[in-house]
């Protein structure tokens, strides 16, 4: 029986065309309500010529478009990759079986966790200093705060992850000599990876939205310069926060579509295993010496 069998009935007839009914309506409302904001958008007067013209000229763009959407991308690959570093880590800490090391990882998770982002940025940058009394770079202050936060969310989960995987696949690991870390690193990371790719990728892109904190600290990421900084010559607020939450809305679109891609492929490797010994007609050697129990195939 196949997974979509047992998790998802396919709609009757009578199901289908109420489906139908409801996009549709809901489709309706959603034209409305847009129609709504357009309007009352046009009362205001923000739908003027000389509000959006800013965005037609080059300066606008090169001043405080691109650097914005630039620092903005460093700082959410930087954290991204730390992020997942750190996850991995504190999420086989948790697993460990030594108290002396599952309890203090779960300690740090469940902290950063329950800190809320921006005053974890806002933390790090002015307090630091006072423990090295060297300032705190804005990079790296925004980069430790998303670091930690949706370091300590991934590793939970990959916790789950892990902990989803059977129990016979690291048995079997174990049976043919594997040590606990080659059983981690072989067999869990990668089928919990899998298993938890679409929540790896939710994450991700919250991180990508989460740079926009560094505003806090005056970070020059894209919140910063091509909103407050383009409005305030322009005042033209609303309309550069459309601008910017569209390009938000797709750098997330591409970041989703790449994830995707890439667990499509990821599925695609994991099926394919070459040809099986039902197929060459041949017994499988498992490394217990040979002709116990196993008889020649005939022809």
Not at 254 to 272: K, P, Y
């Amino acid at each position: 029986m196949s997974t979509d069998a047992v998790l998802y009935d396919h709609p009757g007839p009578r199901a289908r065309v109420r489906n139908r009914i409801l996009t549709v309506v809901f489709g309706v409302a959603l034209l409305a309500l847009l129609y709504w904001v357009y309007l009352r958008f046009d009362t205001k007067g923000q739908w003027a010529a000389a509000l959006w013209k800013p965005f037609t000229m080059a300066s606008t763009w090169t001043d405080y478009i691109v650097p914005g959407l630039i620092n903005t991308l460093k700082a959410a690959a930087v954290a991204m990759v730390l992020s997942l570093v750190f996850g991995l880590v504190f999420a086989v800490g948790r697993l460990s079986e030594h108290r002396w090391v599952r309890i203090p990882a779960g300690a740090v998770v469940e902290f950063f966790r329950a800190v809320p982002l921006l005053l974890l940025m806002f933390f790090i940058f002015y307090g630091v200093p006072f423990l090295t009394q060297s300032p705190m770079p804005v990079f790296w202050a925004v980069v430790a705060g998303l670091t930690l936060y949706n370091g300590s969310v991934l590793a939970e989960a990959f916790r789950a992850g892990i902990r989803s995987v059977p129990s016979g696949q690291s048995e079997a690991g174990y049976a043919i000599g594997l040590r606990k870390g080659q059983v981690m690193h072989a067999i869990l990371l990668p089928q919990a990876a899998r298993a938890m790719l679409p929540v790896i990728v939710s994450q991700l892109v919250v991180l990508v939205k989460d740079t926009a904190l560094g505003y806090i600290i005056a970070y020059p990421e894209l919140l910063q310069l091509g909103v407050n900084n383009l409005s305030a010559n322009y005042g033209n607020v609303v309309q550069a926060a459309i601008v910017v939450a569209i390009i938000f809305i797709v750098v997330n679109t591409a970041l989703t579509w790449v994830a995707g891609w890439l667990g499509r492929r990821t599925r695609r490797t994991g099926r394919h295993t070459g040809p099986t010994p039902v197929a060459t007609g041949e017994q499988p050697d498992m490394g217990f010496g040979e002709g116990i129990g196993v008889t020649e195939p005939q022809g």
